[in-house]
């Protein structure tokens, strides 16, 4: 048992780093968790094997004596007339009943309670669980995805399946309900409610699922439904402290809301199942919501026909560049205005995941600069872990930036490091500008602002993960080894405002990303200034 407790101990540190909480917010740190479960799984194995073992042997104990005790209690004095049954009598109370009780106290949950209290310092916390919760909320939103096409695992592109019981639906809705999100807090109940009427048993009573879901519909504005709901808790439990009060509330509203009207009777309440157009969805703070998301499903996209007539493929060799003589790089048109371009074959599998490699160490949660105070914060809108790679770290890393100058024809020397990014569950990057609109960044002084971005496709992504451009209806998906290349300012330094753009929910897969922008200072002749703002 030592001897496994220390080869699992071992074994976890070389997979894991202590957890800074926000693991949700990575799929590749994420996949260290799935060795760390696994390990536990076979210390809980060794820990049930060693418990059998200890029954067997107090088992076997018992059947010994019960026999012998049976033989000495029929005839004491004949049994100890024998001298060696009193000398082994002797024996096994001063000795082997020692023993046994030694055995009976050996605890050999000590190993196993060990290595938990040893790996817990890398498990996820509270604030993961309610993140990736809240990411599958986005999920649904984003993809006009119903409640049960999660329970049921029904999603694009899913190699494994994976199911959600009532217990956890329910936990997704007393979350959301705790947020006060009544919207998301009415779809898990419903179907909480929904999966407990089918059949399935569940450790959450159904009275509890009726409590949340009554008052969240409430919340939502439906009292003949709030009524509807509430008394079948009555009915479950007429004792239930709450229901009674909420029902004769709820009933002395819709009577008012009906004198109010002129109405004297009240309509049945609505009997059709809750679904995700049953309410409307809450308005929010980000007023492109709906063109960002339909975008993000592949709709609503401004590709005509005379536009897609303006897009072409082309060789490029870096104006002879030697290094893009002999391979030239292969690059398509993806938009004609703004001009966003997509090279083909832009890195190998090899460079990837060496990038991924280097990076993975030093992922942490990626910020934003605040638009008020400029200091580099988390924001719930960036939902990814980022690294930052230097030329010096790897060969690899000198060589990618190099390209990435041959290719563009724009210096590198004052661009920012690689930033490496993982999406975890859901992650995205809301609608943002790459160049800065605050003047005054001390970082603009030096090398100026972020004149062009270059983002590096590191994997495919099964479902989501799209680049979207709201603005004007673009859409580029994700295609491991290529990368895409946009000016975020116009000849004349001015901000190009078309060029906001998002990164959509990660619905399923992993989405690797690397970016270099490309800063102002040291183009001057290599992308002249324009006569005109907007050139």
Known sequence: MATFLMLTLVTLSSFCSPAQAEIFTSIGQMTDLIFTERELVQSLKEYIEAEESKLEAVKSWANKLDLLTRASTSDPEGFLAHPVNAYKLMKRLNTE?????????????????SNMSVHRQYFPDEEDEKGAAKALMRLQDTYKLDSESFSKGKLPGVRYNALLTVDDCFDMGKLA???????????????????????????????????????????MGDLPRAIELTRRLVAIDPSHQRAGGNLRYFEQL???ELRDRGRSEQE???ERPIQLDTYERPKDYLPEREVYEALCRGEGVKMTTKRQSRLFCRYRDGNRNPRLLLKPMKEEDEWDSPHIVRFLEALSDEEIEKIKELAKPKLARATV????????????????????????????????????????GLTVDT?????????GVGGQYEPHYDFSRRPFDSNLKVDGNRLATYLNYMSDVEAGGATVFPDFGAVIWPRKGTAVFWYNLFKSGEGDYRTRHAACPVLVGSKWVSNKWIHERGQEFRRPCGLTEVD
């Open 369 to 408: 600069r605040d638009p008020n105070t400029g200091v580099l914060t988390v924001a719930h809108y960036r939902v990814s872990k980022s690294a930052w790679l230097e030329g010096e770290d790897d060969p690899v890393i000198e060589r990618v930036n190099q390209r990435i100058e041959d290719i563009t």
């Open 254 to 256: 819709l009577s008012k």
């Open 97 to 113: 009943w020692s023993e046994l009780e030694s055995l009976v106290l050996q605890d050999p949950s000590d190993g196993f309670i």
């Open 177 to 219: 309900y705790n947020e006060n999100d009544y919207y998301h807090s009415v779809l898990w109940m419903q179907q909480a409610l929904r999966q407990m009427d089918s059949g399935e048993d569940a450790k959450t009573p159904k009275a509890d699922i009726l409590d949340y879901l009554s008052y969240s519909v409430y919340q």
């Open 268 to 270: 049945p309440a609505d």
């Open 415 to 423: 661009a920012e490091l690689l930033q490496v990014a993982n999406y």
